[in-house]
């Protein structure tokens, strides 16, 4: 079955460490997507890649590093100049930008 | 700049009532519109989508048609049930190519 994985489910990390969020996706789809989102709150772009070795910064880039090295994976990086870390993170795809996307089932990511 | 304004939440309603979740927007153009759906603890589903103007986008017994002249896109359902309990999110694609997310309208079903 084609799909969006994201591991872990849960996350649970100590302040001042940097945390690697997986995603993978096997739909052939040449964009991908990272979104943060807080309770009651919608969700915002954090950073999107169109293509293989390239992406671009969302609307809350700062804190954040992602990488595009494979079609299939984009891995996002929370590092701790990240003030305030601790939100669900969901990762999407799609066969192109303006295509309609695809979510993963999200990480929950909480720092202490 | 672009934005999309949904009715607020929650919304309770009994098993079989009709829904409907208010969505406006602002954004260049016609863009491309979406309802996902969120159930608790979950990823977004796609719903339904419409691409031009007079479109309506179907699934699941949800309907939404695109009004330009209003710049609306609103979800009904002729029919809810329990599992329809979750929140949904409006979702028109901005000028910078990207989806622009509303709080979402949580939607509680009661039997």
């Known amino acids: 079955d084609g799909g969006i994985t994201q591991s872990p489910k849960y996350l649970f990390r100590k302040e001042g460490q940097n945390v690697t969020l997986s995603c993978e996706q096997n739909?052939?789809?040449?964009?991908m997507y990272w979104y943060r989102q807080d309770p009651g709150q919608g969700l915002r772009l954090i950073y999107y890649?169109?293509?293989?070795?390239?992406?671009q910064k969302g609307d809350i880039a700062e804190g954040y590093s992602v990488s595009r090295e494979k079609k299939e994976s984009f891995p996002l990086t929370v590092t701790s100049a990240q003030k305030n870390p601790t939100a669900f993170y969901l990762c999407?795809?799609?066969?192109?930008?303006?295509?309609?996307?695809?979510f993963g089932p999200g990480t929950r990511l909480t720092v202490t | 700049g672009d934005s999309v304004t949904q009715m607020e939440g929650p919304v309770t309603l009994s098993e079989e009532a009709f829904l409907t979740i208010n969505c406006t927007y602002t954004?260049?153009?016609?863009?491309?519109l979406f309802w996902y759906v969120q159930y608790p603890g979950e990823g977004l589903q796609l719903l339904l989508k419409?691409?031009?103007?007079?479109d309506k986008g179907s699934n699941k017994g949800f309907e939404a048609t695109y009004r330009k002249e209003t710049t609306s896109f609103h979800l009904e359902k002729g029919s809810v049930q329990v599992s329809d309990s979750a929140v949904y999110f409006c979702?028109?694609?901005?000028?910078?190519?990207?989806?622009?997310f509303g709080k979402g309208t949580k939607l509680s079903v009661k039997p």
């Open positions: 419409a691409t031009k103007a007079d």
């Open positions: 739909l052939n789809h040449d964009a």
């Open positions: 954004a260049t153009g016609y863009p491309s």
């Open positions: 890649s169109q293509i293989v070795n390239d992406f």
């Open positions: 999407a795809s799609s066969i192109r930008r303006l295509d309609e996307q695809y």
């Open positions: 979702a028109p694609i901005g000028s910078q190519g990207n989806l622009i």
